[in-house]
C-alpha cells in the first residue's frame, strides 16, 4: 500500500483516519478510527490516539502519550513524555459516560511538559508553557507559563519558548527571535 506518510511495521492504524503527508508513526502507536492528524506530525513510540482527536499539522507527540477523543490540538503544538489528558471530569468504571466527553483545545505553539495532566475542559493559550508535572486545573492564557500541582501562573513564555522578562512599561524581547512583547491587564501580545 502507497501512503503518504510513515509508520512503523508495528504500528497499529484503523481504517478511517486521516494522516497528513510527511507525517511519522513509530513503533507500538495506535492510531484509531475517526481521527485526522495533520502534515509532517511525529508520533511516537506507544502512543494511542483515539477516535475524532485532531491534530493540526507538525504536532510533535512525545512517547507513552495518550490522546483522548475530546482532545484537539491546533498546529505547532509539543506533547512532552507520558503527558496525560482526560476526557471525563468523574469517571467510575460502572457508569458509561461516554456522552459526556469534555472538550480539550491546545492552542497554537503550545508545549506540554513531560508527565503532565490535563484535567479536561480547560483549554490551553497559543504558545503557553506548561511545566513538566504540573496539573492543570484551569484555563491557561496565551503565552502563559504555568507550574506546579495545582499549577499556576508563574511567568510568561516567547513564542520561541523564552521566559519573558517586562520591563516597568510592560515591554519584553525575546532573546533568540528578537520579537517585542506586551503585557497589559495580565495579557501578553506579541506587538506588530
Given at each position: ?76 503544538v ?24 469534555l ?21 490551553i493559550?497559543?504558545?503557553a ?15 502563559a ?20 522578562q517586562f ?26
Amino acid at each position: 500500500m502507497d501512503t503518504h506518510y510513515n509508520a512503523h511495521p508495528s504500528a497499529f492504524i484503523d481504517a478511517g483516519c486521516i494522516i497528513g503527508k510527511g507525517t511519522r508513526i513509530w513503533h507500538f502507536s495506535h492510531i484509531m478510527s475517526g481521527c485526522a492528524i495533520g502534515e509532517n506530525c511525529n508520533i511516537g513510540q506507544n502512543v494511542v490516539v483515539s477516535p475524532e482527536v485532531k491534530l493540526g499539522n507538525n504536532v510533535k507527540v512525545q512517547n507513552n502519550v495518550s490522546i483522548y477523543t475530546g482532545v484537539e490540538c491546533e498546529d505547532d503544538v509539543f506533547l512532552g513524555p507520558s503527558c496525560v489528558f482526560t476526557n471525563v471530569i468523574n469517571p467510575r468504571s460502572a457508569v458509561d459516560r461516554r456522552g459526556e466527553y469534555l472538550r480539550t483545545l491546545v492552542k497554537k505553539g503550545a508545549t506540554i511538559g513531560a508527565n503532565a495532566t490535563i484535567v479536561c475542559g480547560h483549554d490551553i493559550g497559543r504558545f503557553a508553557f506548561i511545566a513538566a508535572g504540573a496539573v492543570v486545573t484551569k484555563e491557561v492564557p496565551d503565552h502563559a507559563l504555568v507550574m506546579g500541582n495545582p499549577a499556576r501562573r508563574t511567568g510568561w513564555m516567547s513564542e520561541h519558548g523564552h521566559k519573558l522578562q517586562f520591563d516597568a512599561t510592560g515591554h519584553a524581547t525575546c532573546p533568540e527571535s528578537g520579537q517585542c512583547y506586551v503585557l497589559k491587564n495580565e495579557n501578553v501580545s506579541r506587538e506588530a
